[in-house]
């Protein structure tokens, strides 16, 4: 059971632009969780984002949530090369760490 | 160094044989998993542990096998029962179930030839 879905699956962008990734998700959360895969890698933690929070900053990287809707989004501002990965969210459900299937980034030159 | 180590990197297993993936972490973290990720796709969760000798089936555990004996490992096997085992594998740990941030390995790539 997949309990996130990133929208979207894959996108496009200029160096320079801003990127930006939603996740929606089914059941109720404690926390919702971004990382990010480098082709063949392991995946890296990005951020984490408690239920009671609306918004969180790191660097570059800035998340909402919004449990009304069930659906978090992921802001990459003035993208660079390096950021091309796929990202993840990851949510806490029944104790377990689930992952949606992620959205691929390209960052064009 | 602190961190989460898998090995091999790569592995080839012979349709009908048992293999086994290392996964050791020395993060002093409770909680560990195993995913299984198919190309192009999300993370499928295998197994999962939150104490020693104690191991929870995920959504796609059959065919597979683990064991949890010390803190700091946690072995999978992959059975002759499964399939279609050819997938890349990836290993994580937190400090508590689900609740904190993953620290992953960087994965075994494996190959049924």
């Known amino acids: 059971s997949q309990q996130g879905e990133e929208d979207p699956q894959a996108l496009s962008i200029q160096e320079g632009e801003n990127a930006t990734m939603n996740c929606s998700y089914k059941t109720s959360i404690n926390n919702l969780q971004w990382y990010r895969q480098n082709s063949g890698r392991g995946l890296v933690h990005l951020i984490l984002i408690r239920s009671n929070e609306r918004e969180k900053h790191s660097g570059r990287l800035r998340v909402t949530l919004d449990t009304s809707k069930k659906s978090s989004s992921l802001l990459i501002t003035a993208s660079r090369a390096a950021d091309t990965a796929s990202y993840f969210c990851a949510t806490d459900g029944d104790d377990k760490i689930i992952f949606g299937k992620g959205t691929r980034l390209h960052i064009l030159p | 160094d602190g961190g989460i180590t898998q090995s091999p990197k790569y592995l080839f297993r012979k349709e009908g044989q048992n293999v086994t993936l290392s996964c050791e972490q020395n993060?002093?973290?409770?909680?560990m998993y195993w995913y299984r990720q198919d190309p192009g796709q999300g993370l499928r969760l295998i197994y999962y542990?939150?104490?020693?000798?104690?191991?929870q089936k995920g959504d796609i555990a059959e065919g597979y096998s683990v064991s949890r004996e010390k803190k700091e490992s946690f072995p999978l096997t992959v059975t002759s029962a499964q399939k279609n085992p050819t997938a890349f594998y990836l290993c994580a740990s937190s400090i508590l179930l689900g609740y904190a941030e993953a620290f992953f390995g960087q994965g075994t790539r494996l190959t049924v030839v």
């Open positions: 542990s939150q104490i020693v000798n104690d191991f």
């Open positions: 993060l002093n973290h409770d909680a």
